[in-house]
């Protein structure tokens, strides 16, 4: 009887807890914070020699992403790059939806995304550090049931150090 009254409370509870919990998240996104107490983190950052206005526009050109960055298939804006405006792509062949939190030409970009009951805040870094280059610095954090046991923190650097990589090669052509 205690698990039974246990699991209906779970459930009435759960759209609370997950609408609580992804406020939380934009406001940390919105801040240009990831959550610092998520099972899995990674930051990784990379020296573009590019001008920092070239490696901004192919960031913050999402529907482009597709053709710069080879693991993701798709990717559709609902309007203009702006806070709030959402996005959804497919990234290794998982559909993530996202909304953009911070826009800061030049400077940060920042969404929160979902996935698979996973929630993701994503945060990008740019600087110029002298004429003609451009440091760009990535933090990510994912929370959720169970994403630990399908992804580690050193999954999640690997893979923003594809995307790093990616855009580095897409900036300096």
Known sequence: ????????????????LAQK??????????????????????????????????????????DDWPKWQSTISSARTSGPLQPGTEFIWISGGTKIKSRLAVVAPNTDLAWTGTAFGAKAIHIWHLKAPEEGRTLVSTEESMSGFMVKIFYSS?????????WLEALKRASEK
Do not use: C, F, N, Y
């Open 1 to 16: 009887m205690l698990r039974r009254i246990t699991l209906v409370l779970l459930m009435i509870a759960s759209p609370a």
């Open 21 to 62: 919990t992804e406020q939380r998240q934009d406001e940390l996104a919105a801040a240009g914070h990831v959550d610092e107490h998520a099972p899995v983190r990674a930051s990784s950052e990379i020296l573009i020699l590019a001008p920092i206005d070239k490696v901004w526009k192919l960031l913050s050109a999402i």
């Open 154 to 162: 050193k999954d999640l650097e690997k893979s923003q150090r594809a």
